[in-house]
């Protein structure tokens, strides 16, 4: 997690100097050199390709956790501690977090090239200093608000990715629901039929009466 956290971190700030250098200097009458832009250009793509790749890193490893801990919320026996994620709709709010965060990442890197592409294209007919001072102050709102955004983000993804992981190795070390043994009820032993014991003994009764009446007779 904190490979693709650095390499989302990385590609951030690749993004947002290369962007920067591309805004001020393609004032179209003063064109920077190119060596410069060329620098500039190269920064905002493989910052780019280093963002995108560390947030798809993020979004697969929660999602191969969250797949785990659905199956030990099915499988496990319930803890005596309670856990930070203890059931399914505590596993939906944890993966709603996760991405609101990741939406937010993404959303203050958008919000700092879309501005400073949006300053670079109106400011173009002013003069240069104005256009300059204009795309400068930019960069430095702009910048502040998106590392705000990315500084959120990051840390609202890697807490939700943390507490799934914790809960789902918690639960790893508890036993699986169909090996807990149910504890055996002891038989106790049916009680004799009532009527066959009076049966019993009036079958018993009447032989001795028929022994009797023949003994008397004799």
Known sequence: MWRFLMLSTIGAIGMLTGQAVLG???YPTELAPVAVLTQGMLLLVSG???????????AQGYEQVAA?????LAT????????????????????????RAYQKSAAGLCLFVGGLIALVVGLDRFSF???????GS???ILGLAACAFLVQGLSGMRRTHREALHSSLALEKLPDISTIQEPRTRRTPRPARRHTLFERNRGQGSDLQHQQKRASRR
Request: charged share 15%; hydrophobic share 40%; no cysteine.
């Open 68 to 72: 785990t801990l659905t199956h030990l």
């Open 138 to 140: 930019g960069i430095g």
């Open 48 to 58: 780019t390709a280093l963002f995108v790749s560390g947030m798809l890193g993020l």
């Open 76 to 99: 496990k026996d319930t803890p005596e501690k309670p856990l930070t994620i203890g059931d399914a709709e505590q596993l939906g709010h944890n993966g709603d977090g996760f991405w």
């Open 24 to 26: 001020l200097g393609l």
């Open 129 to 135: 200093n104005l256009y300059v001072t204009a795309v």
